[in-house]
């Protein structure tokens, strides 16, 4: 509230999505985003409040959390047009919403594939379901890890374009912006964890330092991805775009391709790889990955 208080408005700002006029394929794509997150969500809610997942088989995990994924995937192939969106008229590979999934995705498994034994090694964490595993994590954990950071980071989005679009720039508002992070990236850990904690299945040693501790851990993985996945591809939409290169007033700004995408994910990828390790070095708590 402080930092608030000392920011200067500009006018016709406070913008949370992107511009229709100006980026409608980032806008169709935080739309859909935002309109399946309720849907995946309650479906997500009714299998833990009413236990479903207790006749659940590896299966069952498998064909579930898949599920919660796919339309995500599937949109930018037979839904390119979503909100009017000016990817129908693109290839499938220069899509926007296609390199925004492709982007989550690598991350997601990334996440799980490596970070989750950060969890298993620091916080004494366990997935004890029924699952078929890959490097010792479930895979159901890959494909609904995609459908959570898919709404995560538009509703991330919303907050940073917010604080970027309703007051001047400047030192104040770039000390509000990286607050801003600091306080999503750790409340986003925390309600996970939070709401997770229904699901028996997936326990902590302990789980008060789990939900403390453990959720600044977690946060980790968003000070990084919460301000770059809102700058993705900005320049996708500018209007003069004939090639890979765009030049706006003057300025040569860059549309980002497929094979950046994956690059710059995977980059992403490694700076949180190094920061959690920097932090499990810090406890001098081994790192075990796989068995």
């Not at 320049?235 to 950046?260: A, C, P």
């Amino acid at each position: 509230m402080g930092l608030l208080s000392i920011q200067i408005p500009v006018s016709g700002g406070g913008r949370c999505l992107a511009c229709p006029k100006k980026q409608p394929s980032k806008y169709a794509y935080e739309m859909f985003c935002l309109y399946y997150s309720p849907i995946w969500m309650t479906a997500m809610a009714i299998v833990v409040v009413f236990q479903l997942y207790e006749s659940f088989t590896a299966q069952t995990y498998n064909l579930f959390c898949g599920s919660l994924a796919i339309p995500l995937f599937l949109q930018p192939i037979l839904f390119p047009g979503f909100m009017h969106s000016p990817d129908r008229s693109k290839p499938w590979y220069q899509r926007f919403s296609f390199k925004a999934n492709i982007w989550i995705a690598i991350y997601s498994f990334i996440g799980n594939y490596w970070y989750t034994h950060y969890f298993y090694s620091v916080l004494k964490a366990s997935y004890s379901m029924p699952a078929t595993r890959l490097n010792n994590v479930p895979i159901a954990m890959f494909l609904a890890t995609h459908a959570y950071f898919s709404s995560y980071h538009v509703f991330s989005n919303a907050c940073l374009r917010y604080v970027k679009t309703s007051y001047k720039e400047g030192w104040i508002r770039t000390l509000l912006y990286v607050s801003v992070v600091l306080v999503l990236s750790y409340f986003t850990a925390f309600m996970e964890t939070l709401s997770i904690s229904a699901f028996p299945y997936y326990s902590f040693e302990d789980r008060y330092m789990a939900y403390t501790i453990g959720s600044a851990f977690y946060g980790i993985y968003f000070l990084v991805s919460f301000p770059a996945f809102v700058l993705f591809d900005d320049h996708i939409d500018d209007d003069d775009v004939k090639t890979s290169t765009v030049v706006t007033k003057n300025v040569t700004t860059h549309v980002v391709t497929l094979w950046e995408t994956i690059v710059q994910s995977c980059g992403y990828g490694m700076i949180i790889l190094c920061l959690l390790d920097f932090v499990r070095l810090q406890t001098g708590i081994p790192l075990i990955v796989g068995a």
